[in-house]
């Protein structure tokens, strides 16, 4: 019952908003080297499933260049877990703050607008944190990929929350 009331009244969404943002915090104040997952991948993944289909795949982001053969292939493959934690914690941020903030401000847009703006606000301090961590790289590449994230979860639970109005689920 008490649960129901704070999910109603979006208490519940914004303790878990702030509950990510501290998540987070606790992230970027760790080094490169406490958060890499090189080693456990190196074991889980010691065949290195997939390389083959793997080493076509080349890009720049942030100027450096992301391969097997530039990186190796388990940093590669963090890589692609790191970015997507990074839009998959930015997606709970900003759809904790929408469903959080909806039954405050009564409108629609506005909530969506200020839950996305915070969820990239707090992305970029996040950054700039991480850049007064030692062994950490500040990326705005990173800002935006979060940013990206946090918009998605807007979108999305404003969608859901409009057909539900329309009563079409």
Known sequence: MIFQKSRKNGSFYFVMGFLIMALLFISSSQTYEQQ????????????????????????????????????????????????????????????????????????????ALFAWLASTGYAAIDEFHQMLTGGRTPLFQDVMLDSCGAFVAVVLCWLVIGIKKKRIF
Do not use: D, W
């Open 36 to 111: 890499s997952q090189i080693g456990l991948l190196s074991k889980l993944l010691k065949n290195e499933p997939l390389k083959e289909n793997l080493n076509g795949i080349s890009f720049l982001y942030a100027g450096q260049e992301v391969s097997i053969q530039a990186k190796g292939y388990f940093a590669f493959v963090e890589f692609f877990i790191r970015k997507f934690a990074h839009f998959a914690t930015y997606f709970l941020l900003g759809g904790s703050f929408f469903l959080g903030l909806l039954k405050k401000m009564n409108a629609t847009l506005l909530t």
